[in-house]
């Protein structure tokens, strides 16, 4: 189930009910399920529009029970369930390009069907509890299948032979801070300090990075500097390693055969660019002439329209048009 353009009543939130909130609502009583939102334990904004002079507002996306689904307009007090947890933050990561590249997504869809089965739906009075207990057992069945099905991607020192603990530990401090930041707020106000400690961390995780890598580059030039004299072959497994490798075209194929030679490629080239750029020369001159007078009353037909909608306005026009919005509502329709 998914969110669904229709009005939903809770304690939050109260209307008078049409055909399409009366038949949504039929569904919901069906299946046993209610509206997140509009629960008394969840606190934000109930409606996405309210209309001028008191009229019909639209209630926020509506998040079934069976969905389990985080929307940042809505926020949850503090350990409900739409927060971010700690847990989220892995130190592994699943690698998807193996993953789909052999066939194991449809080997995690079917192990996460399987633990799911055995996830029962609560059929006694729903509460903030029964909700996260019922969400765990979910995010624990995801995990679960993704640990026994998907591949990790593997950490490779030769890649980042900078990083030390110091930096694992300033990364994750700035991923918790991160975190704490969407659960409060996911503003950007400087006075906000979800969000100055969010910032705060990341800076000090760049610094630090940019400081490793720097010591990292003094101590391999001061080791070629020393050994260049005394272990040469040392010295060149370590530029050879930091050297670029020329990406280049080596094979090219034209016409079912396969060239390799340096001189046939350029050719095969040069003769590419030169058909590419060379003047075109039309076996119908009738036909280059229609595409011409076509082209040219399809741009005089265009600017002409253009010139029709142009639609001409002052500043003063927009400055009364703004004074008169109601607040907090967007100058666009």
Known sequence: MGDFNTKIQGPRYKFNPDERSRLMYSLIQEYELFSVNTQMFCHGPVTTFQSYDNGPSTVVRSYSYATIRNWKGVKCKKNSVFTHTEGEQSTRSVSWDRARKYGYINDYSFALSQHLWTAEFPRHEINKLIIEDYYNKIVSAIKQAEQETLPY?????????????????????????????????????????????????????????RSAIDEYESAIAQKIENDIDVDQKSVWIILNKRKQKPHTCTALKKDGTLFTDSNDLMIIWYDHFQNVFSQSVYSEPDRETYISDRVSTIREINRTLNEKDDLQFSYSDVINICSHLKNKQSVWP
């Open 153 to 209: 991607s593997i950490f490779k020192p030769y890649q980042k032979p900078y990083w030390n603990k110091s930096l694992t530990h300033l990364r994750d401090m700035m991923r918790l801070n991160r975190i704490e930041w969407l659960n409060n707020c996911n503003c950007h106000d400087l006075k906000c300090d979800a969000f100055n400690h969010y910032k705060q961390a990341k800076r000090a995780f760049r610094d630090a990075q």
